[in-house]
Each structure stands twice: as structure tokens, then as C-alpha cells.
């Protein structure tokens, strides 16, 4: 009977060990592989070309892009101009040279600047270089309405009074036929 206490202790443990095992959670060795792959040259690229202004005396900017796919790729770059940024720089320089009518001319040449020298009531030097009143009659004749300036506000005057003075046909039937057009057209679509 000594040992009988022994041999309730020690079934006792096995059945709770085979229990314990048999009912726990199951755990499995578990493996994360990751598999990568090793690219030995890059992708190709297109680049773009670095222009380089770096003068301000130059009244030039650079623009460039470039467009890349799996396969092919495209790239460019162009130098854009800047005409106001010319038409300063000669008219400074005339200017500085003692020819002053000559560079109000240049700058006169921009829609803006005309408009601004005819609304102030100095105008424009005309040609031959006429300047005041002789300027004023140059630039309001046929042949100088023809000079000014495209997009010019004065221009658009001057164009306006000319079709008003023209003497309007009689039997115009274009107002008409617009309309009947328009109407027709807007039947179709609807």
C-alpha cells in the first residue's frame, strides 16, 4: 500500500500528459519563404535634356519632357522664345543709343503698347517718323489702319466704324440664311 499512492501519482501524470498533449493546440513548424528576384541592370529610362539658359541677356526659356513605357521611350527638348522680352531689350537699347523714336516704334509694335499710347493721347510714331499730329493722321488713314497692331483695341474701333459707315444692301438675306442654317442644324440634332 506504500507504493500504491506512488502508482496513482505517476498514472495520474502520464494520463494528464497524453491528455494534455492530445487535446492542446496543435503547432506545426511554419515557414515564410520569400522569393525575390535580382535585377543586374535598370530599367530603361528616357531622359530628358538638361537646358541650360543661364544668361539673363538671353530672352530665351527651356522646356523639356520625356515619356517612358515597358518597351520604347521618347524624349525631347525645345527653347521658347520670348518676343516681349526682345522687343524691350532692342527698345532699351535704341533708347540708350540716342534713337528714342526709334525704340517707342518697337515697343509700339505690341497690341498693348499701342493701345496704351493712343488711350494717353501720345501716339505711336508713324512711318517715315511722324510723330504728334502727323502720327495721329498716318495711323487713322486706310493704309495705317492696316499697320496697327492684330488684337489691338483701337484696331477693333476702327474695323467697327467702318462697317457701320458701309452702306447696307438692300434684300441682304445673309442674317437669313444664318438663321435658317442654325435652325436646320439644331433640328438635326435634336
Not at 532699351?92 to 517707342?104: C, E, I, N, T
Not at 483695341?153 to 440664311?177: C, L, M, R, S, Y
Amino acid at each position: 500500500m506504500k507504493n500504491d499512492w506512488f502508482l496513482w501519482v505517476c498514472s495520474f501524470a502520464l494520463i494528464s500528459l497524453v491528455l494534455g498533449l492530445g487535446f492542446s493546440k496543435k503547432t506545426y513548424a511554419e515557414t515564410n519563404t520569400v522569393s525575390s528576384t535580382v535585377v543586374n541592370n535598370t530599367p530603361p529610362t528616357a531622359n530628358s535634356p538638361a537646358i541650360n539658359i543661364v544668361n539673363s541677356d538671353i530672352c530665351k526659356s527651356g522646356v523639356s519632357g520625356a515619356i517612358q513605357s515597358n518597351v520604347i521611350g521618347f524624349s525631347t527638348g525645345v527653347t521658347i522664345t520670348d518676343m516681349n522680352c526682345e522687343r524691350i531689350k532692342l527698345a532699351r537699347s535704341l533708347y540708350s543709343m540716342g534713337m528714342k523714336v526709334a525704340g517707342v516704334s518697337i515697343l509700339c509694335q505690341d497690341a498693348r503698347v499701342f493701345d496704351a499710347m493712343y488711350f494717353s493721347g501720345t501716339s505711336c510714331p508713324y512711318i517715315g517718323g511722324k510723330i504728334g499730329q502727323d502720327a495721329v493722321d498716318g495711323w487713322m488713314s486706310e493704309e495705317g489702319q492696316k499697320l496697327i497692331p492684330e488684337g489691338s483695341v483701337v484696331k477693333a474701333q476702327f474695323q467697327k466704324t467702318q462697317t457701320v459707315n458701309e452702306p447696307t444692301k438692300e434684300g441682304d438675306w445673309d442674317a437669313i440664311k444664318d438663321f435658317g442654317l442654325i435652325a436646320l442644324g439644331m433640328l438635326l440634332i435634336f
